[in-house]
């Protein structure tokens, strides 16, 4: 249960500390085998699992996120199932992470939230930075949705829009936090955030009562793909299940480093949500991704519009950048991934991204 950097060398905890000396990410090596849940118990929220956290957090702070429904998919194929992480509290995966981040600072002491996002992490933050009564600030690349930037400021916290990238953006707030008068509440770099997203991996084998064979999730920073591996491995180590699941990793052709190779220029897509084209655990995830077996696969506009048509059309209206899961899935069930049980997450809500999603139905009706 080591906190390493990039190059292996081992980490006191601190919540405040964000990164290594030379820079570089500090990473969680595994999580604890701790004790699993009873079924009947009455926290069903992520901080259940807490006995799996690395390192003792202090007081939760919750809105109820984790124990999403895991659904079936027969339009999909057989043993297909749905994984509905836009139903967490703000409408995105990302509660998972943040609540985990968000409880940590305040235990050590920080009153004043900084973090920077291209819109569910921001938003996310705002809400759990309210719950636990301290200060937030939001940094947004200026074409984020509207839906979006309106939910982090109606939870109180100051928008900053920040012209320019994805990348600009992540720089602004580095620039910002090197000041010292902020926390850093990044789910892009905050260690602990990929072990609450792991939470969504351990629910997943609670509810099947076994690792499927097959989980797809999408990706930008990646923080799915870390938190499944953590999640996978650890319940292998406990002896729990018998095999890892193999993971399918998702992204937009338009803006995919972690598929197509570390430099890319980003495109326009509708899967805005993961278009980050330098993310800053890419050794990470590709190391998670080889430990599980990984597919990485790039899809086209086209292929994410079709995906949200069909997954509204059969009920669930989440946002194109959850969308794309289902549209990578599409692109590698047929020959590359083998028979068995497969959970395809969804991340976000299609609350989140109305211009998003007004367009691709404006262009069916």
Excluded at 264 to 270: A, R
Aim: proline share 6%.
């Amino acid at each position: 249960m080591a906190l390493i950097d990039r190059a292996g060398a081992v980490h006191d905890w601190d919540a405040l500390v964000w990164r290594g000396p030379d820079g570089s990410p500090l990473t969680f090596t595994d999580l604890r085998l701790g004790a699993v849940p009873s079924p009947t118990e009455r926290d069903r929220t992520v901080w259940r699992w807490r006995d799996w956290f690395p390192v003792p957090i202090g007081d939760a702070i919750t809105l109820g996120e984790g124990d999403t429904p895991l659904v079936d998919a027969p339009w999909l194929g057989a043993n297909v199932h749905l994984k509905l992480d836009h139903l967490n509290p703000t409408g995105s995966f990302k509660d998972r992470g943040v609540a985990l981040v968000v409880a940590a600072l305040r235990s050590a002491g920080a009153t004043r939230l900084l973090e920077d996002s291209s819109g569910n992490g921001g938003s996310s933050m705002a809400a759990y930075a309210a719950a636990a009564g301290v200060t937030a600030r939001v940094l947004v690349p200026d074409g984020t949705s509207s839906g979006k930037i309106a939910a982090t400021r109606a939870y109180g916290a100051e928008i900053v829009l920040v012209p320019g990238s994805r990348d600009d953006t992540s720089a602004e707030a580095l620039r910002q936090v090197g000041t010292g008068n902020w926390a850093y509440a990044s789910h892009a770099w905050h260690p602990l955030f990929p072990v609450g997203v792991a939470t969504q991996a351990l629910e997943i084998w609670a509810q099947l009562g076994r690792a499927p064979e097959t989980v797809v999730v999408v990706a930008g920073g990646g923080s799915m793909v870390l938190g499944h591996d953590l999640a996978w491995r650890a319940l292998l180590a406990a002896g729990l299940i018998e095999a890892l699941p193999r993971l399918v990793m998702v992204q937009p052709a338009a803006c995919a480093p972690l598929v197509l190779g570390p430099v890319v220029t980003p495109g326009k897509t509708l899967a805005e949500g993961t278009a980050i084209a330098r993310p800053v655990r890419d050794a990470e995830v590709s190391a998670a991704l080889r430990r599980l077996d990984g597919i990485a696969v790039a899809t086209d506009e086209a292929a994410i519009a079709q995906a949200t048509r069909q997954l509204v059309a059969h009920g669930h209206y989440v946002e194109p950048t959850s969308a794309n899961a289902v549209a990578g899935w599409q692109a590698v069930a047929t020959g590359q991934i083998a028979p068995g049980t497969t959970v395809i997450v969804l991340t976000g809500s299609g609350h989140k991204t109305p211009d998003a999603m007004a367009s691709i139905f404006a262009a069916v009706n």
